[in-house]
């Protein structure tokens, strides 16, 4: 199978390096770790410059990439600052950390790397870390004016204000924050590691408890309707008829006689229904004068013409 090799370099931590920075620090290391590759250590706070001019100057590590921030409430120093130190000539890389509470500042490092002013700016305008020695601490993300740090855990998550452009005052004005619904409380804990309660959203995922099995059943017989009393016709009135009925219904018939007759038959029409309708008002003419045979001077016919 051919080896895949890939463009970004792998970097590696040679085996006791954790061990010899430990040793080489001395007093200044309060914790270090291995763990997934990285070495971490926490260094005392007030002796912070010290410790990364160590490992810049004597171990090699030329570059500051990033300073990051987390925040711990339940901590009595809630804040953690990461310096991530990268070793061009080593292909290393190593994190040194330090905790601050909101009131104890964080001696600056722009002295050893003047990119360290911007991303101590951040870390400001996020959390709130104080940095003593930074000449220019100012807000570098929010805009100008804004109360509080975003990356707090404490900050709600609408925040305090909103801003809209008003078109009334031709600028962008806030207001604040006015939200149709309510946000849940941030309560620290993780929902990827398991929280103790429901998440909103949650409880449509439980399947409803599935439906009995319809069971079958055999129909119900029903009895045919019973008279309370039987009916009988004990006289000739009961049956609608009488003696002179049950002797023309005792004759005989001949089917043919009986459909000639009826056929022969003409229907009759009424009086009203042969006249017809009158179809002007006018009054009737006279009858005509019988003209005899002199009159016009001609003749009778003769006959066989």
């Known amino acids: 199978m051919a080896e895949v090799l890939h463009s970004a370099p792998r ?3 040679p085996e006791g390096l954790c061990a010899e920075l430990t040793a080489a620090l001395g ?3 309060v914790a270090a770790k291995e763990a997934f590759g990285e070495i971490v250590i926490t260094v005392a706070r007030d002796r912070i410059v010290e410790v ?3 490992l ?3 171990h090699q590590y030329q570059q500051l990439m990033e300073i990051a921030g987390a925040d711990y409430p339940s901590r009595a120093e809630r804040f953690e600052v990461v310096y991530m130190l990268l070793s061009v000539t080593k292909n290393s890389r190593i994190m040194v950390k330090v905790c601050a509470a909101e009131d104890t500042p964080v001696p600056s490092v722009t002295g050893l790397w003047p990119v360290a002013g911007w991303l ?3 870390v400001f305008d996020m959390y709130g870390v104080i940095f003593a020695g930074n000449t220019d601490l100012r807000r570098i993300l929010t805009d100008y004016g804004f109360e509080g740090h975003p ?6 998550l609408t925040g305090y204000v909103e801003l809209r452009y008003s078109e009334e005052d031709k600028r962008v004005v806030y207001e604040p924050v006015e939200l149709a619904q309510d946000l849940r409380s941030f309560d620290f804990m993780s929902p990827w590691e398991g ?3 429901v998440l909103p959203g949650d409880e449509k995922a439980v399947a409803p408890p599935p439906a009995p099995a319809p069971v079958a059943t055999a129909p119900a017989k029903t009895e045919a309707p019973t008279a309370d009393v039987p009916k009988t016709t004990d006289k000739p009135a009961d049956t609608g008829a009488g003696a002179k009925a049950d002797a023309a219904a005792a004759k005989p018939v001949d089917a043919g006689e009986g459909a000639t007759k009826a056929k022969r038959a003409p229907a009759r029409k009424s009086k009203a229904e042969s006249a017809p309708e009158p179809t002007e008002s006018r009054p009737a003419r006279k009858p005509r004068a019988k003209k005899t045979g002199n009159e016009g001077g001609s003749g009778s016919a003769p006959e066989g013409s």
């Open 56 to 58: 810049r100057d004597g």
């Open 11 to 13: 970097f590696v931590t």
């Open 52 to 54: 990364l001019r160590t």
């Open 27 to 29: 007093d200044k290391v």
């Open 195 to 197: 929280a103790d309660y």
């Open 120 to 122: 101590e700016r951040e």
């Open 151 to 156: 990356f707090r855990k404490d900050f709600p």
